[in-house]
């Protein structure tokens, strides 16, 4: 099947989505309402059926693979992650594409979680990049082209935004546990303060959404929270001082 690697229009309509994980299967009910004719989520080793563009929604570790599984399915094979260069689908001997959406997935979303999303997009030609494009905006989403050298920063801040995030929530309600706080009340009653929190980074910038004693230069306040971190959790200590000095850092106006 000849590959992509022209810069001649291309517009596909048949899609194979491998496999059926927690992406997958949004891609692929995306993808259906969108208009696409859709195979899967395909199950891993199962043949794709003949497609324009196979996607494979697998993890990092396994894309090498997958791409040569699927060899000869398609003239445009792509990728879903964030991280892995366009070159590790080389062993489909195909042209190659990116679409990472830049989203969280707990296996419990819909198609409509990939409305207004920003989805990092690549290809191997211009034309591939241009299906990319295409694909991203037919599902709401909102394409930026990805280098693969640009990658590891990318999925830093990634991490960084939403995996971090988690880990300084959850190191949230371990102390609130020293207010006689259990973890689901907890949560319940932080949940709209970060809310409120993200919603303000996102509209303000970081220096003007930044709140709080350290901002104020209310170190007594400081002293007194960290005093709390020992006595309730001692082995968040460490990340309770990184996150007040780059805290002041930031509340300073200084580069973190």
Do not use: K
Request: net charge negative; charged share 20%; aromatic share 4%.
């Amino acid at each position: 099947m000849e590959s992509i690697e022209t810069d001649q229009s291309f517009t596909p309509q048949r899609v194979s989505v491998v496999v059926p994980g927690r992406l997958g299967r949004v891609l692929a009910a995306a993808l259906g309402q969108a208009g696409y004719e859709v195979a899967g989520p395909l199950a891993r080793g199962e043949q794709p059926p003949r497609a324009d563009v196979a996607l494979l929604c697998v993890p990092d570790a396994e894309i090498r693979a997958a791409a040569d599984a699927v060899a000869g399915s398609a003239p445009l094979v792509g990728h879903t992650s964030g991280a892995t260069p366009l070159s590790a689908l080389a062993a489909a001997g195909t042209g190659q594409l990116g679409l990472h959406p830049l989203q969280t997935f707990t296996g419990q979303e819909g198609p409509r979680h990939l409305l207004g999303v920003g989805c990092a997009t690549a290809g191997s030609s211009a034309a591939a990049l241009e299906v990319a494009r295409e694909l991203a905006l037919s599902l709401g989403m909102l394409p930026f082209e990805l280098a693969d050298d640009q990658r590891p920063a990318y999925h830093a801040a990634a991490s960084a935004a939403s995996n971090f995030l988690i880990t300084l929530e959850a190191a949230a309600e371990r102390l609130a546990g020293g207010a006689g706080l259990a973890p689901d009340r907890a949560r319940t009653l932080l949940a709209p303060l970060v809310r409120s929190t993200v919603e303000n980074w996102a509209e303000l910038g970081p220096e003007r959404a930044l709140t709080g004693p350290v901002a104020r230069g209310d170190d007594e306040t400081v002293a007194s929270q960290r005093a709390a971190v020992a006595d309730t959790a001692p082995e968040l200590l460490g990340l309770f001082d990184v996150m007040v000095d780059h805290t002041r850092s930031l509340a300073a106006g200084e580069a973190l």
